[in-house]
């Protein structure tokens, strides 16, 4: 089984989802068996690096609230956050651009490192309140990811490099007329949007399961009625024959 999970760094829903999917995982049975993939997906591509602004600022100023508003909206996020046992650090997160993040998640996969790079680029904005818009910071987490820290900056310093990869993730998504994240497609069937509970993620990895796994179907071959030759529950009854 496929999950393709459309994401964005500084998307909030998507850390929750995330979450969500790991403790559906983590009860079912066939989670060996399930392969979970990261696809880019920028909340505003044109988004500027980090001026010094707030979060708060940047969400008034976007969908013009007041600060107050803002930050009440922020608090809402941040409850429903810490019943998944996350931590958000509103008051000092760095809003920025996200692209070199997601270069930086394509490099990660060629080294089969994107899932611990993925959960560390946002702990390392929702917690840490990094800039995970700056170069050396995103080295720095690289690292601290299992990936060479020279060589990932070399990656970061080529604007060109895993910008397609990058684009491709991107097209698709428009093709599957995703407008918001999270957004999560499994094997291509079927779609989960949103921070679903985690009873959702794990219903739906039940019946994909049984609808790609289904129990065999015997043909029936027995010339005997099977209440003349059977025992059940410990009764054996010998039919009466007829000469």
Known sequence: MKIEVWSDFVCPFCYIGKRH????????????????????????????????????EA?????GMSIEQA?????????????????????????TNTFN????????KTQGKEAVLTEKLLFAYFTESKNVGDLE????????????????????QDEKAYANDVRI??????QY??????FFIVNQKYAISGAQPTSTFAGALQKVWEEENPA????????????????????????????
């Open 169 to 174: 993730d991107q097209s698709i998504a428009g």
């Open 59 to 63: 969400l008034a100023s976007k969908y």
């Open 177 to 182: 007329q995703i407008t918001g994240v999270p």
């Open 137 to 156: 910071t995103l080295a720095e987490i690289a690292m601290a990811s299992g990936l060479d820290r020279e060589e990932s900056l070399k990656v970061l």
């Open 101 to 108: 993040a997601h270069r930086l998640a394509k490099f990660a």
């Open 21 to 56: 999917l790991e403790e559906a995982l983590a009860q079912f049975p066939h989670r060996d068996s399930v392969e979970v993939e990261f696809k880019s997906f920028e909340l505003d591509p044109n988004s500027p690096p980090y001026s010094g602004k707030s979060i708060h």
């Open 71 to 95: 930050k009440q909206a922020n608090q809402n996020v941040g409850q429903q956050a810490a019943t998944v046992g996350l931590k958000f650090n509103f008051e000092n997160m760095k809003p």
């Open 216 to 243: 065999p179907v015997l043909q029936d071959l027995s010339t005997v009625s099977a209440e003349d030759a059977s025992c059940v529950d410990g009764n054996c009854v010998i039919p009466d024959r007829k000469e």
